[in-house]
């Protein structure tokens, strides 16, 4: 009789609980040889791409799955705590305020934070969309400042990129609903866009921007391109030596890589984000990976390359556990679809352009197919059709309803 020794499973740490971090460790917790560690800053996991909807009448469960329930029945431990440190040599991985973690593979998915780029006062005075609260927090806004008795109706929108673009036009039906639910009948809502660029969606062929552009006009957003914004205060926007007047200014225009990086002396690219090999490793590192939007990669930036990474990264940590070749990293263009305001979207898909109603169909199937992603068909049914549901939060519109 010949004793035989079960070696413990590979202990893969997952920092991040945003598209890349949930697709890695869905795709890894059912490999026998592979326990799983999902560390994340919150208990819940945000659907960024409906946030703005979230802060123009949508329900905050829109944009929002807890992770219990994504993970429920999966053999995933899950860790709430921000990741502040990561020892290279020694494989632990620093938990602000909490014990450590050894890990032998871990996988970055940390996701950007918002950048002021230091212009005085945004910090202080600009609404964002970031999060779940702050959509919820801008909303509150939207309705408080109508209870005033004098209520200012401009609105600035700052950055001519998909989420500035997909708020401005929401914004333009969602103000003009709430306004006449608020009995103000003689006044009209002004909505103003500011882009630093020559057109909107910069990084897309011209055509997808002009097309945008025309329906932001339409819907009565007045656009400010190239045009830089110098400062804020209570009462006003400085754009390029000009005074815009708003008491609601929402910065859309800038993020920038999770500080973790720089802090734990990260080789970055001139644009801030990691070097990495072709496995989508740092250069000299076989245990870690980073994805998403911390790795230099073309597509980084988007929820679709923070899905197709995680699951790269995923199937190549078991081919590196199995002793198999792993595969090259082949970045995946996304398809890019952009709402703008009701029954329109913009689709920019490989070599084909087309908008309007069927791009509006589209973008309601790619957040299904969002949401299969990382749940099972039942529970993804149901998360997608809370896109459906209104949440106010106001006592004149009321707090939340079902759709008309």
């Known amino acids: 009789m010949t004793d035989t020794k079960q070696s413990s499973p590979t202990h893969v740490v997952v920092v991040g609980g945003g598209f890349g971090g949930v697709k890695t460790a869905l795709e890894l917790c059912d490999n026998p040889s592979v326990h799983v560690t999902l560390v994340s800053e919150r208990p819940d996991m945000y659907y960024f791409p409906t946030l703005y909807h979230t802060a123009t009448g949508g329900a905050d469960e829109e944009s929002s799955i807890p992770l219990e329930q994504i993970f429920a029945g999966k053999p995933v431990t899950i860790k709430i705590g921000r990741a502040n440190t990561v020892n290279h040599e020694q494989k632990i991985l620093g938990i602000e305020g909490q014990s450590s973690i050894i890990y032998d593979i871990v996988v970055f998915a940390l996701g950007v934070v918002t950048n002021y780029f230091n212009i005085p006062g945004l910090k202080e005075y ?36 998909p989420t500035g673009i997909e708020l401005a036009g929401a914004l333009s039906f969602y103000l003009r609903e709430i306004v006449k639910k608020h009995g103000i009948t003689h006044r009209v809502p002004h909505i103003d866009l500011v882009e630093a660029q020559t057109s909107l969606m910069p990084r897309l062929p011209k055509k997808v921007g002009r097309s945008i552009a025309r329906r932001l006009r339409k819907l ?39 500080p973790f990086f720089t802090n734990n002396d990260f080789t970055l690219s001139p644009r801030s984000k990691v070097q990495v090999d072709e496995f989508l490793r740092p250069v000299g590192k076989t245990d870690i990976y980073i994805i998403g939007d ?24 078991q081919k590196q556990l199995a002793g198999d070749p792993k595969l090259a990293y082949r970045p995946k263009e996304p398809i890019y679809i952009t709402p703008v305001g009701k029954n ?53 519109c009321g707090f939340s309803s079902a759709p008309d």
């Not at 998360?383 to 939060?393: T, V």
Request: a negative charge.
């Open 126 to 161: 600009a609404y964002g969309i970031k999060t779940v609260p702050d959509a919820e927090r801008l909303k509150r806004h939207l309705h408080a400042q109508l209870l005033a008795g004098k209520p200012d109706m401009n609105y600035i929108v700052v950055g001519g990129g």
């Open 220 to 258: 009565g957003v007045k656009l400010h391109l190239n045009s830089r914004v110098e400062g804020a205060n209570a009462e006003e926007l400085l754009v390029s030596g000009k005074a815009l007047r708003s008491h609601t200014i929402i910065w859309t225009a800038g993020v920038a890589n999770n």
């Open 294 to 317: 911390n790795a230099e990669t073309p597509y980084s930036g988007m929820a679709q390359t923070a899905l197709y990474d995680g699951e790269f990264v995923a199937h190549n940590i």
């Open 344 to 396: 329109w979207a913009s689709v920019e898909w490989g070599r084909w352009y087309f908008d309007g109603w069927l791009g509006w169909l589209l973008r309601g199937a790619a957040d299904l197919r969002g949401f299969l992603d990382i749940q099972p068909i039942p529970e993804a049914a149901e998360q997608w059709s809370r896109m459906f549901d209104q949440e106010d939060l106001c006592p004149v």
